[in-house]
């Protein structure tokens, strides 16, 4: 199936074209106003962390970084430590990686592939499903029912070839309610056949100053005129496109420039896909193009403190590069290494300490930068929301369907 067999896809491909063609620019209503303390205040912070991170469905990562029976991952979401396993039978789960016996991490390594995981403290030894095998020593330890010690399960469902889980073993969000139908137009990029080709994490300010910048083309020839727009070809315009939090980002000149000339069934998946994916609450999937089709998904995760973010970028290739692509593959990748840390998160470090004054009351988001404005509501009203209300905000999908 081609990206413009999807009707959303080719409705939102077909606006930005029309647009550039009658040279309009479509606006959202007014200028926003967004409080400066939202980026510096450690109470707002610990409600972001709270409501957002440790409550709501996250994409963990893409599938391809496991995509092998007995490949595990662990990593950390707001402190909380997490295992995802993928079993014999294919299927992902997640699992506080957290024995049962004293707490400390089953598994160790970033990844690997493992049919079982010992415990390096005592010698525990649990499976794939998280259930507890062997209890080292068991004519020692005293009478324990394994059935009751089983690793904590998580929530995990994987959706367009990305894992989305939630370290809330008790959330009642549907995870496809979260995703809104988002998911199906992430499907055009069959991510689950993708590679993954390398990943490095970078060290940013406050979680939505990051953040915002991937949510706005209006930077994009100003602060990165001499890497990004080296060319000279960047538009600073995009239009949103939103299901529930998650917004996609057009170019429309860069749409009618790619597009524009040809015929609509010759609109190729690359260039149709092109621009910006976001997924609430932190999430970016952008098209690159170095030794073959890739794109880069950041992953931002807030740090310890209202004014510290950690960002993992992961290059992720349609193709296992050739042994001749490779290099390009990385001087592509090391190129946006240099881009976001040395341009934007160098900007919004300095944005950071310059909020922390507290001297300027509210920052400030154009008719032009709807994307933003969008995401901030949608913080705002998540964060307002109590477990009952945030069901509120997600309209069942199933229901949808049916109607
Ligand atoms: S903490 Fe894991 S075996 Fe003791
Ligand atoms: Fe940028």
């Not at 000279?232 to 529930?244: E, F, I, Q, V």
Request: hydrophobic share 40%; glycine share 8%.
């Amino acid at each position: 199936m081609t990206a413009m067999e999807n009707a959303e896809i080719a409705r939102i491909m077909r606006h930005s074209v029309q647009h550039a063609r009658d040279n309009t620019f479509e606006l959202v209503d007014s200028v926003l106003e967004v409080p400066a303390s939202n980026y510096t205040d450690p109470a707002r912070f610990k409600l972001e962390v709270d409501r957002i991170f440790k409550r709501l469905p996250l994409m963990l990562a893409p599938s391809c970084e496991i995509p092998n029976p007995g490949d595990f991952k662990t990593m950390e979401v707001a402190g909380i430590p997490i295992l995802l396993t993928r079993g014999q039978d294919g299927v992902v789960r997640s699992f506080v990686n957290s024995c049962t016996h004293r707490g400390t991490n089953v598994a160790v390594d970033p990844t690997g592939n493992a049919k079982r995981f010992t415990c390096p403290y005592h010698g525990w030894t649990f499976g794939q499903k998280g259930e507890l095998i062997a209890v080292a020593a068991a004519q020692d330890f005293g009478q324990v029912d394994k059935s009751c010690l089983s690793l904590k399960a998580l929530p995990v469902a994987e959706r367009a070839g990305l894992i989305f889980g939630s370290v809330d073993p008790k959330m009642k969000l549907d995870i496809d309610d979260f995703l809104s139908g988002y998911d199906a137009l992430l499907e055009a990029f069959n991510f689950k056949d993708w590679y993954f080709f390398s990943s490095r994490v970078l060290r940013g300010p406050n979680w939505k100053i990051a953040y915002d910048g991937y949510l706005d083309f209006y930077h994009l020839p100003v602060l990165h005129k001499d890497t990004l727009n080296a060319t000279g070809l960047l538009g600073n315009r995009a239009h949103y496109h939103a299901w529930g939090p998650h917004q996609r980002l057009v170019a429309p000149d860069r749409a009618a420039r790619e597009l524009g000339d040809k015929p609509e069934d010759q609109w190729a998946d690359d260039l149709v896909l092109n621009g910006v994916w976001t997924i609430f609450p932190s999430i970016s999937i952008a098209s690159f193009n170095g030794g073959g089709r890739g794109v880069m998904i950041s992953q931002l995760m807030p740090g310890d403190n209202v004014g510290e973010s950690f960002t993992r970028q992961m290059y992720l290739m349609e193709k296992k590069p050739s042994a001749e692509q490779e290099a390009a593959a990385h001087e592509q990748f090391a190129f946006l290494e240099v881009v976001v840390r040395d341009e934007d998160y160098a900007t919004g470090l300095r944005q950071q300490r310059a909020l922390d004054h507290g001297t300027l009351e509210n920052v400030l988001f154009g008719r032009n930068e709807g994307g933003a404005q969008s995401f901030h509501k949608w913080t705002d009203r998540i964060i307002e929301a109590d477990d009952e209300a945030l069901l509120g905000l997600f309209p069942p999908q199933k229901q949808r369907a049916a109607e």
